[in-house]
């Protein structure tokens, strides 16, 4: 098998169908014949997902339910690493991302021209801005299953980047060659991941902490590895209630510190950004998506 994507997920019966549509067969680019398969890793959700929600879904999804989960996913990711069949593994530790339709297709291209890449996706906010500004100012999930009705989403997968805003560190001038620190759907080869020991499961926070990012890190920076970043694609996160992307901004600011203490810990330094040279691929596939003319578009809390 080409591809195996390990999605994990916690109490998101709203988002995993969107989330799965983007996986799909239909929305996915060039994946009508592609040999894949989603793993869909439920990390103790209060109460188990309805697999009728997604039955009009094209995907090829198998549902993993971890009982006795832990607060972090870790044991999820590595349980699902040693179920995976794909030669190409996918990682998506936050389950409530919708992909663009090219994500596919470009990943896969980048291992077609490099023997050993890891393969970054630019992380996005539906909204108007990051969720935790957004959300004190009134953005909910009614309002975001508006803008998806109004783009008319999924029938124009890249229209997600006219309601959506790209994640801004601070002080940052956004474009499409900033460094990552981490992808939230990253691509590498099943035998490198393999090769790490899967993630580290002494990151045991509710969420992972810094779990993906340490991940994507030891990755990326494996000598033999080819970093690529993708130009014009996104995973664009719905509002779920997640343990730092859906809270207020100085309760996140706390939890990211905590992470980086125990990133500290466990790592001997607070540096979780890697210092590795990324290619580049992938085109501007509309207006919207040229981010580094991206501002703050209020008008998106009124639809």
């Known amino acids: 098998m080409k591809l195996s994507v390990l999605l994990v997920c916690y109490d998101m019966a709203r988002e995993i169908p969107r989330t799965l549509r983007g996986l799909s067969r239909s929305y996915q680019e060039g994946a009508e014949e592609l040999e894949y398969e989603v793993l869909l890793l439920d990390n103790g959700s209060p109460e188990p997902l309805d697999e009728a929600s997604w039955r009009d879904v094209d995907v090829p999804v198998r549902l993993i339910r971890v009982e006795d989960a832990a ?6 990711i590595n349980r699902g690493l040693s179920e995976a069949r794909g030669d190409i593994i996918c990682l998506m530790i936050d389950g409530a991302h919708i992909l663009t339709p090219g994500v596919f297709r470009l990943a896969l291209a980048s ?5 050993q890449p890891v393969v970054a996706t630019r992380y996005f906010w539906l909204g108007p801005d990051a969720q935790n500004r957004s959300i004190e100012e009134g953005y909910c999930q009614s309002i975001e299953d508006r803008l998806l009705h109004s783009i008319a989403w999924p029938e124009d997968g890249y229209r997600l980047f006219e309601i959506g805003a790209p994640l801004v560190t601070e002080g940052e001038n956004i474009n499409w ?7 939230n759907c990253f691509f590498l080869p099943r035998s ?3 090769a790490l020991g899967g993630v580290d499961e002494r990151f045991d926070s509710p969420g992972g902490g810094f779990l993906n ?5 030891r990755a990326v920076e494996v ?6 970043q993708l130009i014009g694609e996104g ?17 996140r600011d706390r939890q990211l510190e905590n992470y980086l203490a125990q990133y500290e810990r466990l790592r001997g330094d607070r540096n979780i950004i890697t210092s590795r040279s990324f290619y580049f691929l992938g085109h501007i596939p509309t207006e919207a998506a040229k981010i580094h003319r991206w501002k703050k578009n209020p008008a998106l809390l009124a639809v």
């Open 213 to 217: 990012a340490d991940t994507f890190k």
């Open 71 to 76: 607060p972090s996913p870790a044991r999820a």
């Open 235 to 251: 995973c664009f996160h719905q509002i779920h209630g997640g343990t730092t992307t859906n809270v207020a901004t100085p309760d």
């Open 111 to 115: 291992f077609a021209m490099y023997e």
């Open 177 to 183: 060659m900033n460094r990552l620190f981490e992808s």
């Open 192 to 194: 490198l991941f393999a």
């Open 223 to 228: 000598e033999a590895t080819t970093p690529v």
